[in-house]
């Protein structure tokens, strides 16, 4: 029973039906996107400044108390710029393409759980949810990369096909070995039933899915789609105005988007002692993504044939494996004390990565012209 | 320290090896006919003794009653060096042969002395402008340019 | 059916964030694989060989610190050695000593910025470029020191250099010089054993032996590929003779060797300037050469081991006050002619990091 539904049944009591299911859905919605807004402005500040901090320099600090105006001067900055077309573009479908790329985040805040009982609607179905809408963005990116009669471009958009395909697969695989612990789909089922978070439960499936992500959400060490040095920002190099303005709050909404799942999944969401449920969640949620952060700024970028065969023979093996060793344990030892599990989780886990660390290399790959 | 070696005793080498080929010599340089350049310099670089394997730098200059273009011929296993000239007094169309199948750093030089002085090398794959744009009229480092 | 597929032509062209200046490369790729590849240069001609013909020799001077400007003051060095040896003139020998002091700060200066570059083509968002930086800041306070500017120095001169040292800069150069190997320790611990960067760059874009022998690559472009050839050994000019270095050699000629001869030989470069410190004389710094000087007729090739390859100044004298024939040998052009070997088969981001890994500067392509 979340906290809107609850709203709805007193509302009722009040209000005619179709006012009692209106209004907790339209303050549902506003509140979600209002997080998710100043999340995205928040996390763009503190990206720069830590950003700085790792490259020993000071990150903005001129507009506002330590920078903190920055992202509204630069939201300022991109809303005022002209929006331009090129002239033998595609209109329809570049207009389209930021659209698609920026709705199906926001769509995933729907399900992630904030609070106890603070989620907007609790679906049954939630991570399959998060998983399908996900993965429309990529879509939008290579729709972006077409339209753009731009042959940089249009290398963009046919290495975000193969990057984001061949990345959902390890992902769903990691995924599908936590829902076999939860014993559900739901997110709230999920985080209820995480005594001990997953991320000691199952290290080799946070690990699977924190990387996954991070070749989605295209962040550096995978940000070949937008690689500034090669193909001077990819698919949205045609793109100026309110669009790119989608477009890089759309980076960062995924930024987001993905660090809530992963505080979901394996964080154990919003529990934790003494302090209210959602400054827990904004504490890990802000962990993962200083991580993230810190990949980018201290790792250098794949190339595209090394990124596929990370995924394909790296990732995607380790995923099936791992999937196979938490079904195993979950058929056979259900009532065994969870420590235990721990144990033999990671220890499969350090085995499993020194393996695939001898086995498998990523340099090479001269082709005969 | 890299030995220059002496013009005059590398022109009787050269004179032993394809007679008739040696303008002029001196200590600093060896001079030789346009039509022998090819076949001089095939010999310096394939006689062991003189190994000239590495082309260090191709000028051209413009006296103004001839071209001459510049060879400084460097060896790395012996450490010495030559310098092998070439004039042509054809002041409208000069042509000289061209070195990029013996040494392949002459590529880039000669399109360069070919935008910038105007001497045709016969025998380059790509003849083209290098520096100035290809529809520029004349060539800029000619003494008789502004 | 069989699916048609045709290779497609991009233009990496003269405005991009990493071709290092204005250069554009015509490149046909087939999907991701490079096909061919053909340079098209000149954007930033300027005509230095024909300015040249008409400035005194001493008013070149300021012209060839434009050429690599990323390090200027070994433009300096060459040219004059050339001037000294053609006129004959000996200087002093404490011009000498300040001479290799520049030009091996200059060399370590340059690698900086250079390894830092390539880093940054490889991905890794600046964080490289921003630590060597920190290094190079405290070189360019040194150079501000001496020679009033941080960029296109002027310092030398015909006869020795411009002006003597002050007095904060020996000290403050004692002090980077004691700090500078454990800096270059900090950066071989951050990156050269990166999984990342082992991938890209080990065995990619391999320079053959004989190819960078037949295309007169020079510099750190042929040491990496196996050829033990320094100027400052094998022909030695100033006074090079008198120090105690190793010339760093590659094994494979490709990329990775590329980086790791330049942080070697940035090592080598604080050896030398520990011994030319220690062994700096008192004395005069300049030479009396007349300012209008009238070289004897004749022609002289001066040539340096410059940061990107072997420098080189064609100088012919009819005894006037300027040049008859000024011709400058670039290192990086001549470099470049081997691209296309080295890039054929690979891929698009491949290319653009060979190319960082070969550090071209357009001043010096373009002249």
């Known amino acids: 029973m979340t906290i809107l539904e609850q709203f709805r049944l007193w509302l009722g009591g009040i209000w005619p039906d179709w006012a009692a299911y209106l209004v907790p859905g339209i303050v549902g919605i506003v509140l979600v996107l209002a997080f998710v807004v100043v999340s995205v402005i928040v996390f763009i500040w503190f990206e720069r400044r830590l950003l700085g901090r790792f490259q020993i320099r000071l990150g903005p600090n001129r507009l506002g108390p330590e920078g903190i105006f920055q992202p509204i001067a630069t939201a300022l900055k991109i809303l005022l710029k002209e929006d331009i077309v090129p002239a033998k573009a595609d209109k329809v479908i570049h207009w389209l393409a930021p659209v698609i790329v920026f709705v199906p985040v926001l769509m995933i805040f729907a399900v992630v759980p904030l609070g106890q009982r603070a989620i907007l609607t609790d679906l049954n179905v939630g991570i399959v949810y998060v998983v399908a809408v996900s993965s429309i963005s990529a879509v939008g990116i290579y729709m972006a990369g077409w339209a753009s009669n731009n042959k940089y471009a249009l290398i963009a958009a046919f290495r975000t096909v193969a990057q984001m395909v061949s990345y959902e697969l390890p992902v769903v695989l990691a995924i599908l070995g936590v829902v076999l612990m939860a014993g559900s789909l739901s997110m709230t089922q999920i985080v209820e039933s995480q005594s001990i978070p997953f991320l000691v439960l199952q290290p080799l499936g946070f690990v699977i899915f924190f990387l996954g992500t991070v070749a989605e959400m295209n962040r550096s060490p995978f940000d070949l789609l937008e690689a500034d040095s090669e193909i001077v920002a990819g698919y949205h190099i045609e793109y100026s105005g309110m669009k790119f303005a989608m477009f890089y709050l759309g980076e960062y909404g995924h930024a987001l988007a993905y660090s809530c799942i992963i505080t979901t999944l394996f964080l154990a969401g919003w529990q934790g002692p003494f302090l209210p449920p959602i400054i827990w969640f904004l504490i890990k949620v802000f962990a993962v993504f200083s991580v993230i952060v810190w990949m980018r700024a201290t790792l250098p970028r794949l190339r595209v044939d090394q990124l596929m065969s990370f995924a394909w023979k790296g990732l995607l093996p380790m995923a099936i494996i791992n999937l196979f060793i938490i079904a195993a344990e979950m058929l056979w030892l259900p009532e065994i004390s969870l420590w235990i599990l721990v144990v033999i989780n990671i220890v499969s886990a350090g085995v499993l990565v020194l393996l695939w660390s001898r086995l498998f290399s990523l340099g090479g790959g001269r082709v005969e012209v | 320290m890299t030995t220059a070696l002496n013009g005059e005793q590398i022109a009787r080498k050269i004179n032993k090896a394809s007679p008739g080929a040696v303008v002029a010599a001196d200590k600093a340089a060896v001079v030789v006919t346009g039509e022998s350049l090819f076949k001089v310099a095939k010999f310096l670089k394939n006689t062991p003794a003189l190994d000239f394997n590495y082309l260090a730098d191709l000028a051209a200059v413009d006296y103004t009653d001839y071209f001459e273009v510049v060879y400084h011929l460097v060896s790395l296993a012996h450490n010495h060096s030559l310098v092998l000239k070439t004039r042509c007094y054809d002041h409208d169309k000069p042509v000289v042969p061209s070195l990029t199948t013996l040494w392949r750093s002459a590529d880039f030089m000669e399109r360069e002395a070919y935008d910038l002085m105007g001497i045709v090398f016969d025998g380059h794959p790509n003849l083209k402008r290098l520096l100035l744009w290809e529809g520029f009229v004349g060539h800029p480092l000619r003494r008789d340019y502004l | ?367």
């Not at chain 3, 004298?317 to 040049?323: G, R, V």
Request: with cysteine.
């Open chain 3, 1 to 367: 059916m069989v699916i048609k597929t045709e290779p497609f032509i991009l233009n990496i062209g003269p405005q991009h964030p990493s071709t290092h200046g204005v250069f554009r490369m015509r490149v046909t790729l087939d999907g991701e694989v490079v096909v061919d590849i053909e340079p098209v240069i000149g954007y930033l001609h300027r005509g230095i060989e024909k300015m040249g013909e008409n400035r005194t020799y001493t008013q070149i001077i300021p012209l060839t610190d434009r050429l690599d400007y990323l390090a200027s003051l070994t433009n300096n060095l060459a040219y004059v050695l050339a001037v000294e040896k053609l006129a004959g003139i000996t200087i002093p020998e404490r011009a000498e000593y300040l001479r290799i002091i520049m030009a091996e700060a200059m060399r370590i200066s340059s690698h900086l910025m250079a390894v830092g570059f390539f880093l940054n083509d490889l991905g890794a968002m600046m964080t490289p470029v921003l630590y060597m930086w920190r290094e190079r800041e405290k070189l360019l306070d040194l150079f501000e020191m001496v020679c009033g500017q941080r960029l296109t120095y002027n310092y030398m001169r015909i006869g020795g250099v411009s002006h003597d040292i002050p007095e904060e800069f020996l000290p403050a150069l004692k002090k980077f010089v004691a700090e500078m190997p454990g800096f270059i320790d900090e950066y071989d611990q951050l990156l050269s054993q990166n999984e990342i960067v082992l991938a890209r760059t080990k065995g990619v874009s391999i320079l053959p032996r004989d190819t960078a022998i037949n295309t007169a690559a020079s510099g750190p472009v042929l040491r990496a590929s196996g050829v033990k050839w320094d100027l400052r050994k094998a022909d030695p000019y100033s006074i090079y003779d008198r120090f105690d270095f190793e010339v760093p050699v590659g094994k494979v000629g490709d990329n990775y060797d590329r980086y790791w001869v330049r942080m070697q030989e940035m090592r080598q470069s604080v050896r030398i300037l520990e011994q030319a410190i220690a062994q700096l004389p008192s004395g005069v710094v300049w030479a009396d050469v007349p300012q209008l000087l009238h070289p004897p007729v004749g022609e002289v090739y001066g040539h340096i081991e410059s940061p990107r390859g072997e420098l080189g100044f064609f100088l012919i004298s009819d005894n006037s006050i300027a040049p008859y024939r000024f011709h400058i040998r670039p290192p990086t052009l001549i470099n470049l002619t081997a691209l296309k070997d080295m890039v054929v088969g690979w891929k698009v981001a491949d290319l653009i990091i060979t190319f960082g890994s070969i550090d071209v500067v357009l001043g010096e392509i373009d002249r």
